[in-house]
């Protein structure tokens, strides 16, 4: 506890009251950034905010008066607690396009797919169970990981994605030590925050592990439809319908604005996750549900995608340059889509303890340290390109190597002294 | 569990899996309502749907149109987990006019007040405490209190609300038996299912007594701008304000597919409630609230209450007409505000055994037990009279009346012929 909290703890008359899964709450380090970055004059490559001014506000006018002239007394109403089948139809189409089969029965709609993971958490995680997880992961999940007191265990991952050697050693280990895995959980493509893909050759060998150890595989795809050259490798649960829970999102290839993301998953598990869904919120938003829904059926939603995929490599491209210009000796992963760099710094650089130094020089990222349950990660940081144009970008990283040059030099004549 | 839940986990590979409030989760009575009623030739008395048709589509047009051009980029993206500081002002003002006194840092948005109420319920409940609630109580509320495994003590309630001596008893009785009470949870005004309004008198006698004893309210009040003639009593909020969270909502006073509520809670509590939205969701729709917040700047919302107060009046009143002339044996609570009746049928008759008999007859309402968390009220129904026309309404209550009678008429010969 922080001196703050304390402080804080002192003056609640009702410190004393609070359930078990109230201490778990801390402030995310990503969230803390954003008082901080949205000050203008300040490059943000922290936030992973989509960039939605790539989307003509025409096409989201047309659904507006397409959706009232339809549906406008159901967009203002209460809904099912599954979503609207309309929309649940046109999913299936979209994860059509990364191999997947479905029925509509089987998808339950969630807002944004942070809320289906918080959900599917709540229905599987008892304190003390572990989750398998990517080394490095998505801050969020890790968030939700952590209020629901299950453990991480972090998985060796490289520039194919997770290793199935790796993944099958932590599952001995742990089973080893008596601990209950409830599921893995995996961003399979371009992920938050490494940018890397999960290899085709390797995706059949996680769920034969997995099939194999019976544990449930959490599929969380945002960014596959965002690749920059080819295609991403069928999904996960293209290839096993009874093993793996689906999650997708329109926050990505749409815009976050309407917090609408979804589920796909087995019979029973769908079942409870409509029911939580309901208990949580009664209904997803109609309002944004039939917004969606009427884009999907009227604009052209696959050329916006197109639009999309053209604005972020453009953006990848300025970050590599950026980082080959003024960091040529960092190692970075190079990503085929969606919004990362993964950086690693010189050994002994805290990237924790660099931002406000960051920040001083208009530049911010988001710490390594952030994306790993462990406490691990302090000599990585995370670049994201999606939201500023090339060229801060490109300014943005040019004040993160002054900062990084000067950090290295300071240790370095620290290192000679102590020599 | 019942046959067909047992006949879903033999073919539930992951029955084994699931955390312990996974158990917790049951078709709601009133959710599963929903695939009869929405048939046409059904007069629905069962969910509580507002009349969105009351609102002119105009409204909401200008409102579209408004956001977009002042705030377009910002309702497509990502917020802050607390909430647009634009609309949380203006729910000051909103609030004020039950005599609230806050200040914006203090409110949190929610994806409608059914999530702040969950959000919130996570921060205080483990497993066995107990939650005092009216009797009867909220169904959506009684839910969420089960899913985190927490008891839910009903208070005795007459037509003037929840009575402070029996809440006085409640809470000795729990004390000697040696529970933790960690909220009282009213609904004060026109409560959902009963009508009942808690009255001024024993708004400070409620308020002293959970005070002295330590005990956190809960107020949750999305009906309180909905009177027929005049304005309820000031909000306990306005009495205390730090023993008192209040949970608002846009879905009466506008329409629910925004899915938009708000919370308002004393400082520490309030910082627990930011993160576990942050975690639950990352932020509210920035959409939704923006709709909403250019509606509160730029439409003549008092007035559309007006509209909405004018439609509610005549609809309780042909109720309550259809009631005396269909059912004039049968008592029944007389609303000056809000959606619903709440009926008592003649002692023996069951109101949810005689559902399916109701659904043939053409008319729907909710069974009294789904108001209880100890399996009372077998011989109450809810009627609400929002949604149907005032026509409707008349007809819905004399295939009731139909109903009522037949099963009157078969419990006096049954009993006849017991003697």
Known sequence: MTESQQHANNLDSWSGSYAVRAETLAVSEVRALFSVVSRPEVVSLAGGMPYVAALPNELLQKSYEGMMAKRGLLAMQYGGGQGDPVLRDQIRELMALEGISSSIEDIVITTGSQHGLDLLSGLFLDEGDVVLAEG?????????????????????????????EA?????????????????????????????VTL????????????????????????????????????????????????????????VPGFRIGY??????????????????????????????????SNADWKGQIDTFRGVYRERRDAALDAMAEYLPNLETTRPDGGFYLWVTLPEGIDSKAM??????????????????GDGTGHNKLRVCYSYPTPENIKIGIKRLANVINLQTELLETFTKKAH
Chains 1, 2 share one sequence.
Do not use: W
Not at 168 to 189: C, D, H, P, Q, S
């Open 199 to 254: 290899s085709a050759e390797r995706r059949p060998r996680i769920l034969e592990i997995c099939r194999r150890h019976h544990i449930l595989v959490v599929e969380d795809n945002p960014y596959g439809l965002l690749y920059f050259d080819k295609p991403v490798p069928d999904a996960l649960r293209s290839m096993d319908e009874e093993g793996v829970v689906y999650l997708g999102s329109f926050s990505k290839i749409l």
């Open 263 to 296: 589920v796909l998953a087995p019979p029973a598990i769908r079942d409870k996750m409509v029911l939580a869904n309901e208990s949580a919120i009664l209904c997803p938003s109609s309002f944004g549900q039939m917004m969606i829904s009427e884009y999907l």
């Open 167 to 195: 993944l099958e050693e932590a599952i001995e280990r742990m089973k080893k030590a008596g601990r209950t895995i409830k599921f893995l959980y995996l961003v399979t493509n371009f992920a938050n925050p490494s940018g």
């Open 355 to 372: 931002l406000p130094l960051a920040v001083k020089e208009l530049v911010a990222y988001t710490p390594g340290t952030a994306f790993y």
């Open 136 to 164: 490095p992961s998505y801050v969020g999940a890790l968030g939700i990981f952590n209020h629901y007191e299950a453990h991480v265990e972090h998985v060796y991952t490289d520039s194919d994605g997770m290793s199935p």
